[in-house]
């Protein structure tokens, strides 16, 4: 089962979703590495959202199990979000391993309470209407994105050389020393 590197968008209309896909149709980004990826427009089937996925068949479909996996895929995620910072209007949006398994009516879900009574930062790198914001409680550590939009910024992708695919010796290396945790992944 492949796990997808992708960009979730959430719209308020049919209309909105159309303008996402003629945004984003076509889209091909030259990465730094020389790979070439090509990003294919998928509409979700939730009932009640408006909602697509926009991946690439070049990013790795194992999540991230080398170094090179980290840095295609966060310059992608970079690139997505400044594609999608010039474009047309949507609800939520947000790019991750997986995006669509959290959707923007979860955003309550991923509040996360700060010192002072009723302050809290949002959990989830995502970006989403200002409305959206006022209704949260304008959680703290948001920042604008473009004009009606706010975003928790966007930190990256994370390599862990242990269990990588390319780092055998140091994963044998666990192995001996700790045979009983061999498991732990």
Do not use: N
Not at 15 to 20: D, N
Not at 54 to 65: G, K
Not at 164 to 178: G, I
Request: glycine share 8%; proline share 5%; net charge negative.
């Amino acid at each position: 089962m492949a796990i997808i590197f992708d960009l979730y968008v959430e719209c308020h209309t049919p209309e909105e979703l159309g303008e996402i896909k003629s945004h984003f149709e076509g889209l091909t980004f030259e990465l730094q590495t020389g790979k070439t990826t090509h990003w294919q427009f998928s509409p979700e089937d939730i009932e009640g959202v408006y909602a697509c996925s926009l991946w690439s068949r070049q990013l790795s479909d194992c999540a991230v199990r080398t170094v090179t996996d980290a840095i295609e895929c966060t310059e992608a995620g970079v690139r997505l979000y400044r594609h999608l910072q010039q474009g047309p209007d949507f609800q939520f949006a947000r790019v991750a391993w997986e995006a669509t398994f959290i959707g923007g009516w979860e955003l309550e879900d991923w509040l996360e309470p700060l010192g002072d009574p009723g302050e809290s930062r949002l959990g989830l790198e995502c970006v989403f209407t200002e409305a959206r914001y006022e209704q949260l409680g304008r959680p703290k550590y948001c920042k604008a994105f473009r004009p009606g939009y706010v975003w928790t910024g966007y930190r990256g992708e994370v390599y862990r050389p242990l269990w990588s695919s390319d780092q055998k010796e140091l994963t044998d290396l666990y192995r001996e020393y700790f045979p009983h945790a061999k498991d732990l992944k």
